[in-house]
């Protein structure tokens, strides 16, 4: 492989067990600018920096679905600026991305409730969709307005639609069908989770999907965070044995 996956001094990356899914929670924004005695919207504003170089890297690793969480259901509820300051930034973010996108072959795909935005926002995320279907390379997705009991909610409802008109009996509900009524059904659970900053929470993020997914903690606010250290959270990964309940005897 001609790519190179080193980290310092440290073991290399193994480029056959990497992560096939990546989800990180990019926290830790706003108290990056206040240490600054900055607005809270340069902490956004550098923090989409970091956001596009991770995503490169992801890519350039071959990570197969990256998953960034940019914005939460709840996170509608901060003041009206800092919300208006989020969407300017998605719109900019979407635009000046596209071209990469498509330079690197990256499909793009938001989970959450896309009705939630204005039009014009939602038209830009559809067209970047679109846009990018047809691509393999890597799958890049961008939770917005997410919320992962909201997710649940929606199948749980048009699963109980499927009961109530006499299309699925209650003894056939599987694991596929809850899926299936997800935001993107053909997205594997994380093998790894992210969260910068220092908070030891999920805020919502994936709740059913997370059940086996190994979880990485890092105190480093999101706009410090760098792919050496996108690099070292992997490596750490691949020091770990995943049991998923079983036990591995020698
Ligand atoms: C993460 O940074 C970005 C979003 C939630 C949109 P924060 O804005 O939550 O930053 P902190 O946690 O207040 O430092
Ligand atoms: C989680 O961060 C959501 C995103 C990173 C988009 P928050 O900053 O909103 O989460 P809490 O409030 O600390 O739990
Ligand atoms: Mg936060």
Do not use: C
């Amino acid at each position: 492989m001609s790519l190179s996956l080193s980290f310092g001094s440290s073991p290399s990356l193994d480029p056959y067990r990497l992560p096939r899914h990546v989800a990180i929670i990019m926290d830790g924004n706003g108290r990056w600018a206040k240490r600054r005695g900055l607005p809270r919207v340069v902490g956004h504003r550098r923090g989409v920096e970091v956001a596009r170089k991770i995503v490169i890297k992801a890519r350039e690793i071959g990570i197969a679905y990256l998953t960034l969480f940019a914005f939460s259901k709840e996170n509608w509820q901060r003041p009206q600026t800092e919300v208006l300051n989020l969407l300017k930034l998605l719109e900019e973010y979407l635009k000046s991305e596209l071209p990469t996108l498509i330079d690197k072959e990256i499909r793009f795909k938001m989970i959450g409730d896309l009705e939630d935005f204005p039009e014009s926002l939602r038209e830009l995320i559809l067209r970047v969709e679109r846009e990018t279907s047809a691509f393999t390379k890597m799958t890049l997705v961008l939770a917005l307005s997410y919320s992962g009991r909201a997710e649940i909610f929606k199948s749980l409802r048009a699963i109980a639609e499927l009961v109530q008109k006499g299309l699925l009996a209650p003894q056939d509900l599987t694991d596929e069908t809850i899926r299936k009524y997800f935001y993107f059904p053909e997205l594997p659970d994380p093998d790894l989770l992210i969260r910068t900053s220092g908070e030891h929470r999920i805020s919502n993020f994936f709740l059913y999907q997370l059940a086996y997914t190994e979880l990485y903690f890092t105190s480093t606010l999101w706009p410090d965070f760098t792919e050496d250290e996108f690099l070292k959270a992997l490596i750490d990964y691949q020091n770990r044995e995943r049991r998923f309940g079983k036990i591995y005897e020698f």
